[in-house]
């Protein structure tokens, strides 16, 4: 069962609302339930009744906004009798698979096994003159008359039929084709007393768990907020949250009780410093997942605003998080926010407005910023290509955004995503050729000196087999004798220097709303009876669809319904890498060690596209294309380097002797010396030596 608390100024305790704001969506007209207590200052007095005015029932439903069926709109509204709220939102120009069949919903009710319901942005109840009013209503008993399409209206009466408020709800699309609308909820009094009023609504309801599960889960919480004002100053900019919060955030640790482990049932969200860390004074707040975003935001003309404060959700005193299956897994647990309305003071005669603007659409930063009123608050900023984790340190955002745009240049050239893919990689390669042929070189170079000292560090073990010190000892003076740098084993080091630019590309097409739904290669295999290989570069190629009683899922994956062609072309790319690109053995090894060697390019060929299987074609593709270049590149530079002679180990040791001893093999020596003075003392200075004659003198 959720619960909730309604905060009100000083003059009000708090009390609890969410069972009556639940049972007022399941019920018909709620009449007071409890009334606050009165604060010392005032006399106790009980509190008023008052009884919501039914509406007539209307079989064909309320008339939805917009058309579905046009694609050149943006959004689609269907509303609900429960407090006139949202029953979905659909997005016309969007779809849910290439089929183009069903259209993806952002939202829509949700009912739990109780048949209790989250009903996006519907009035719930109204907390008036310290008595609790339900405003939800249900399908046989409604509540709320619709007036025209998208406005409702609903009137409470005292207990003698007098009418004392009038509540209108007034749903517009945001003109222009720009994604959402806008919500203006107007309180009228009626009465000849002052009204003393907060309303009580729902937000939107949490993004549904994808189908396929690959990558995580990526729904988020994201946020905007403003400084406290000695900070924030001038400036007219609306900050945006850096954590990436993970929806699991709002759901909190998971509580024992007599039904087993549950979560709790009602959530502070804001203010919460612990939950949103620095937002005091929020701006927007929303839900995000991959590719769609639905936010709440103020409503003002961005062209003649004065003050940033002018950017603040006004009329909001708290939001919380409230749960349809608390003994749900985390990943299936139903939530949905909740908003608390400032208490409003409204003169008899006189009407209180609120205005909230709400962004349902792409998570796509062009989309955000052709948009004036959302560009103003920042929130294309929220638009980030970064999985999380251990690797968002190191996903530099203004590499990802600029690989982006290198994307879309691509694209407009050659108008197809999967071409760009592959050229963007060609760009990368190539931009980076000079760190991978250095690398390349070094590592080369130091695996021949490795081989061709394999028999005397074999003689070595063998002799001092039983003495590991003195083993240690005669290592280090081989080496040294041999002039080889230990460093060069680092060869490999600008290859970790460049994993940053791989996790970007990584994370910046996984996230690309530009690939979503849009075919490979001018759309060549589905001209091959409607073939669904790589028809979508956002899902896996199904090269190979599975019949329905064949479908699958696995935690690292979701649902599987088809056989991928791609994953399995990388376990044969990353077996060419294996065979014929690994450097040879460095030294002798142990049967165990050859073993273990063994099973490691086992693991590489085979856990890899395991890994993949259920990644994005374009991902694939991106990785087929990457190691294939890869694969070419350093064949050229072995080639190039058996051309001119750089593996034969009789030019290593004469460039060797020509350069002198590098930066490293400079660092042991000095540190042998300083190692030799505290040992011995100063090594005295030989008497024919420039030193000592000029020590003389």
């Not at 009884?51 to 694609?71: I, K, S, W, Y």
């Not at 590489?604 to 087929?624: C, R």
């Amino acid at each position: 069962m959720m619960h909730t608390h309604c905060r009100y100024p000083s003059r009000f305790t708090a009390m609890p609302l969410l069972i009556a704001a639940i049972l007022s969506l399941l019920t018909p007209a709620v009449l007071a339930q409890e009334a606050a207590a009165p604060s010392e200052s005032e006399p106790a007095t009980s509190a008023p009744t008052y009884v919501v005015r039914p509406a007539q029932a209307d079989e064909d439903g309320f008339t939805p906004l917009g058309d579905l069926d046009d694609e050149q709109q943006t959004i689609y509204l269907e509303f609900s009798p429960f407090g006139a709220g949202v029953r979905s939102i659909q997005l016309p120009d969007e779809y849910e698979t290439v089929k183009f069949e069903k259209h993806v919903t952002l939202q829509s009710e949700q009912v739990n096994n109780a048949n209790q319901r989250a009903v996006p942005f519907a009035a719930v109840s109204l907390f008036l003159n310290g008595t609790t009013v339900g405003i939800g209503g249900s399908d046989t008993d409604p509540l709320w008359t619709e007036i025209r399409p998208g406005v409702f209206e609903l009137y409470i009466d005292d207990a003698q039929g007098n009418p004392q408020i009038r509540i209108e709800r007034r749903f517009e699309l945001k003109p222009e084709q720009r994604h959402g609308f806008i919500l203006t909820e107007t309180i009228e009094n009626m009465s000849d007393a002052p009204a003393r009023v907060v309303l009580n609504t729902l937000a939107m309801n949490d993004f549904p768990k994808a189908d396929s599960t690959y990558g995580g889960d990526r729904r988020r919480i994201r946020y905007g907020y403003l400084l406290p004002p000695e900070q924030q100053g001038n400036s007219m900019r609306v900050r945006v949250d850096n954590e990436l919060l993970s929806r699991n955030k709002l759901l909190g640790k998971r509580e024992v009780t007599q039904f087993g482990k549950a979560y709790p049932s009602e959530r502070l969200v804001w203010p919460n410093e612990d939950v949103l860390p620095g937002a005091q004074r929020l701006s927007w707040i929303g839900f995000t997942d991959r590719y769609f975003a639905v936010v709440i935001h103020p409503v003002f003309d961005p062209s003649s605003i004065s003050s940033a404060d002018e950017k603040l959700l006004s009329g909001i005193a708290r939001i919380d998080r409230y749960m349809l299956e608390p003994l749900a897994e985390a990943i299936d647990a139903t939530q949905a926010l909740g908003m608390q309305s400032t208490q409003m003071e409204i003169a008899p005669g006189e009407s209180a407005v609120r205005r909230l603007g709400v962004y349902a659409g792409l998570r796509n930063k062009q989309i955000m910023n052709a948009e004036p009123m959302v560009a103003a608050i920042n929130m294309p900023e929220m638009v980030v290509s970064n999985l999380g984790g251990i690797c968002a340190p190191c996903t530099f955002q203004w590499l990802a955004h600029m690989l982006i745009d290198v994307l879309r240049l691509f694209h407009s050239i050659v108008q197809d995503w999967a071409i760009s893919i592959i050229l963007l990689v060609f760009l990368v390669r190539a931009c980076l050729h000079p760190i991978t042929r250095w690398s390349q070189i070094r590592l080369q170079r130091f695996s021949v000196q490795m081989q061709a000292m394999a028999p005397k560090q074999k003689a070595i073990r063998d002799k001092y087999k039983d003495d590991s010190k003195k083993m240690q000892q005669e290592m280090a003076k081989l080496w040294k004798e041999e002039g080889i740098n230990p460093a060069g084993a680092l060869g490999c080091l600008p290859m970790f220097l460049q994993t940053p630019v791989w996790i970007a590309l990584y994370a910046t097409l996984f996230f690309a709303t530009e690939l979503r739904h849009e075919p490979a290669f001018y759309g060549i295999f589905q001209s091959f009876g409607n073939w669904g290989f790589m028809s979508d570069l956002a899902a896996p190629d199904g090269a190979i669809p599975l019949p329905s009683m064949m479908h699958f899922s696995f935690p690292l994956w979701g649902s599987v319904d088809s056989v991928n062609l791609l994953p399995l072309l990388m376990g044969v790319l990353m077996f060419l890498h294996q065979k014929y690109l690994t450097p040879p053995t460095t030294a002798s090894l142990t049967p165990e060690q050859e073993s273990q060697q063994k099973l490691m390019k086992v693991m590489m060929v085979v856990m890899f596209p395991l890994m993949m299987y259920a990644a994005p074609s374009g991902l694939a593709l991106y990785f087929i294309t990457n190691s294939t270049v890869g694969i070419l590149e350093n064949k050229w530079i072995r080639a190039h380097m058996k051309k001119h002679g750089m593996l034969e180990i009789e030019n290593i040791k004469a460039e060797k002797a020509k350069k002198g001893p590098g930066f490293m093999q400079r660092m042991m020596q000095a540190a042998e010396a300083q190692q030799q003075i505290r040992e011995k003392g100063v090594k005295p200075i030989n008497p024919a030596s420039k030193e000592f004659n000029r020590r003389q003198k």
